[in-house]
């Protein structure tokens, strides 16, 4: 797929085979994380990969809407680093960024993969804190649960000529 096809046909996956993401393709969705543009070029974003069973069923203790990660390959938390990016914004946009950037790798390698929101719902931020044992200075952000599809969903054209504004409001 071409780059304008894959942003155009992304969709959220939450039905997964239980299928194990090979070490080959989850480096390409990582590299594609990295890959980011970031505030200043701080690239403040770390990246927790978690295959392990048993925490992504306590994660679907905590996080009502990662309920799908039981049967997903693995998961990806995605952090900030305040120590490298102290303007919350900036590392908020930041990580973001390669978030997407993950779910466009994921979505062109013919996966399946959703975004569950971390940040800034302090009951999840702390969760997760607890669960991965992060550090003070590293926020969590967003959850990315991938895998191998077990469905298909059709594209959406969301485009909407109504939110355009050129020069003024």
Not at 39 to 44: E, L, T
Not at 58 to 71: L, S, V
Not at 138 to 151: A, M, N, R, T
């Amino acid at each position: 797929m071409d780059a304008l096809e894959v942003i155009y046909t992304r969709r959220s996956i939450r039905r997964f085979t239980g299928e194990v993401i090979s070490d080959e393709l989850l480096q390409k969705i990582l590299k594609a994380g990295f890959q980011a543009p970031s505030a200043h070029n701080r690239q403040p974003w770390e990246f927790v990969v978690i295959n392990d069973k048993n925490k992504l069923r306590k994660i679907m203790e905590f996080h009502r809407y990662a309920q799908m990660a039981e049967n997903a390959g693995c998961g990806i938390l995605v952090c900030g680093d305040s120590s490298k990016q102290q303007t919350l914004g900036f590392l908020v946009e930041d990580c973001s960024a390669a978030i997407e950037n993950m779910l466009l790798a994921i979505h062109s390698l013919n996966l399946g993969g959703v975004w569950c929101g971390v940040y800034p719902k302090e009951d999840l931020m702390e969760c997760f804190t607890k669960l991965l044992e992060l550090p003070p200075h590293i926020i969590p952000i967003g959850f990315v649960v991938v895998g191998h599809k077990d469905e298909e969903k059709a594209p959406r054209d969301n485009y909407d000529v109504n939110k355009i504004h050129y020069n003024k409001w």
